[in-house]
């Protein structure tokens, strides 16, 4: 069985930080690209990163450029996301996805439970 | 860049067909083949049902199908079933190395 768990959301103040982790088992990790969607509560899907299988190709939405860096451990099938200056635009679930096949390109056929991030003071 | 343009909602009866709409620009729907459909539950991740405009994964109904003119796209159901009702996103690739959503359209069906 597949499974994305994603851990790290919580309250963070207007201007912090916060780092998501996603603990990916159940397939060949290091084959596949993974990218970070969020959902504002109520609200529509976003895309925010993707990052390739090797790690040599990152990409961000032009919302949060900048202010997050995407980064994986292929050993550990694990990948991450860095927020920082954050603001209460932040606030959403972040799901860790996987991509069916190329980079951006299938879809995403695996999705976690989200973890929700909300930034408030 | 703007998200995808998707209609909030759509309705159907039990066994109709309902075809929802996803208009993107010529950067991102009229570039590539790379739409794709999720089905999202309340409560619950979304569920990929469709990519490559009309590619369907292991294990999605064939009553989903899909199609793509120039800058637009859709998703048409098929024999419209109470399990159905969801809200429905789209997605397409850019020519800015990135993936744009569409709003999302709630179906009810009724």
């Known amino acids: 069985e597949v499974l994305l768990v994603e851990s790290g959301g919580g309250l963070a103040q207007p201007g912090g930080s916060l780092s998501l982790s996603c603990a990916v088992s159940?397939?060949?990790?290091?084959?596949?690209?993974m990218s970070w969607v969020r959902q504002a509560p109520g609200k529509g899907l976003e895309w925010v990163s993707a990052i390739s299988d090797s790690g040599g190709n990152i990409y961000y939405a032009d919302s949060v450029k900048g202010r997050v860096t995407i980064s994986r451990v292929n050993s550990e099938n694990t990948v991450y996301l860095q927020m920082k200056s954050l603001r209460a635009e932040d606030t959403a679930f972040y799901y860790c996805v996987k991509d069916q096949y190329d980079i951006l390109e299938s879809g995403f056929d695996y999705w976690g439970r989200g973890t929700l991030v909300t930034v408030s003071s | 860049h703007s998200a995808l343009t998707q209609p909030a909602s759509v309705s159907g009866s039990p066994g109709q067909s309902v075809t929802i709409s996803c208009t993107g620009t010529?950067?991102?729907?009229?570039?590539?083949?790379?739409v794709s459909w999720y089905q999202q539950h309340p409560g619950q991740a979304p569920k990929l049902i469709l990519y490559?405009?009309?590619s369907r994964p292991s294990g999605v109904s064939s009553r989903f199908s899909g199609s793509k003119s120039g800058i637009t796209a859709s998703l048409t159901i098929s024999g419209l079933q109470a399990e159905d009702e969801a809200e429905y996103y789209c997605s397409s690739y850019t020519h800015y190395s990135s993936l744009l959503f569409g709003g999302g359209t709630k179906l009810t069906v009724l």
């Open positions: 490559h405009v009309n």
């Open positions: 010529r950067s991102d729907v009229g570039a590539y083949g790379y």
């Open positions: 159940g397939l060949s990790f290091r084959n596949f690209a």
